[in-house]
């Protein structure tokens, strides 16, 4: 993708396509809400005061339900959406929430094609880097548009982190393969994860909007954004500030400024890196080789669901299964959880009367969520 050769992006095409912005939050409780957000930002090194007075830009907001926080903390907001349904939506929420109008603007087109009168202290990019199959354009376009001294926020996903929702793709696949009605997709796969979803204590998203994204969503088989993407991709003139989860301690003494914080940063990220397979996993860490093998083989069962859900044949799920059944022996050297999940999964795959009834009712994959989506927020150095 460059700025004169744009590559197709699949959120776009896809939302578009469809007309739906399927990233509602539930906002019911607003102080809940609002009370998610400062935590997050708090644990990103960004906490309310740091908001105070300044202007921002968000880039892919959605519906703006996120954004509402930022303009509770006092910012006004330069948003861009490329998203028809997404345009529509912002302006409705932020009327119904009593957001002056002079306190924010709307671009509404792509990055690329966006035009800046300044730079911004603030730049906010969540849920929009993965997907992107050459985002390298788009990373130099967020890291322009960021003041000196300024702080960049942006999410990953990883291919650890994603191995169950995966899981649950193929599952989807198997499900609705006989199908082409949009529509019948969503409610099949709403009865057979809506009980996967009640085990996410803390979900706030709609069981619509959480399989029509995470389950017929092509951008998800795009290239993903890890954390060791995002620091290798963000050129020396950035330093991590936060992430979350919290992976990063600095012991260096802040007149050391031969240390080098990234390589720091990518050591231990390697070390910790499968902790993202399973959210209830605690703090520890692991030889990087055994991590790689981990990566490697899921890793290749991504690329086998992408080819699976291309071109659904017996040939390519046997390829599958016998995929999970290598990844099962390496994360039962985690947890015996994790092995029970992938174990159940592998069953569920083979079934050949597979409904959504034996999806919900299942007893362990109901309960296995990876750490997602993380955070991370870089300063662009002063000098």
């Known amino acids: 993708m460059t700025m004169g050769n744009k590559e197709e992006n699949l959120f776009i095409s896809f939302y578009g396509e469809h007309f739906i912005s399927p990233v509602h939050q539930d906002i019911s409780d607003l102080n809940l809400h609002l009370s998610r957000r400062e935590k997050l930002y708090r644990m990103l090194g960004l906490p ?162 959480w399989v029509t994204d995470q389950f017929l969503n092509p951008a998800l088989y795009a290239d993903l954004f890890s954390i060791e993407d995002c620091i290798n991709e963000f050129d020396e003139g950035f330093e991590i500030l936060g992430s979350s989860p919290d992976l990063f301690t600095d012991y260096s003494w802040y007149k050391d400024m031969d240390y080098n914080s990234k390589n720091a940063a990518l050591i231990q990220f390697e070390q910790k890196r499968h902790m993202f397979i399973w959210w209830r996993l605690p703090e520890g860490t692991r030889q990087g080789k055994d991590n790689h093998r981990l990566l490697g083989c899921i890793s290749e069962l991504r690329r086998a669901s992408k080819k699976y859900e291309e071109n659904i044949s017996e040939n390519c799920l046997n390829i599958i299964i016998q995929l999970l059944r290598k990844i099962s022996i390496l994360v039962g050297e985690i947890d015996p959880f994790l092995k029970s999940a992938v174990e159940e999964s592998i069953a569920l795959l083979a079934d050949k009367e597979l409904n959504p009834r034996k999806v919900s009712d299942v007893v362990f994959l109901p309960s296995a969520f990876g750490r997602g989506q993380q955070y991370v927020s870089m300063v662009k150095k002063f000098l």
């Open 48 to 209: 309310p005061v740091a908001f105070k007075g300044k202007t921002i830009l968000e880039v892919g907001p959605g519906g703006g339900y996120n954004s509402l926080a930022f303009f509770v903390w006092g910012a006004d907001m330069d948003f861009i959406e490329p998203n028809p349904k997404a345009q529509e939506e912002i302006p409705d929420l932020l009327r119904r929430h009593n957001i002056e109008r002079e306190r924010w603007s709307l671009q509404k087109c792509r990055l690329e094609d966006a035009v800046f009168s300044h730079r911004y202290d603030i730049v906010i990019a969540e849920g929009f880097i993965p997907g992107l199959n050459n985002r390298e354009p788009v990373i130099r376009r967020l890291s322009d548009v960021v003041n000196p001294g300024g702080v960049i926020v942006v999410t990953c996903i990883d291919d650890i982190s994603f191995f169950f929702e995966n899981i649950r793709r193929l599952i989807s696949a198997r499900l609705t393969g006989n199908t082409d009605i949009f529509q019948q997709k969503v409610d099949t796969l709403c009865e057979a994860f809506s009980t996967h979803l009640k085990n996410l204590i803390y979900a706030s998203r709609p069981v619509e909007d």
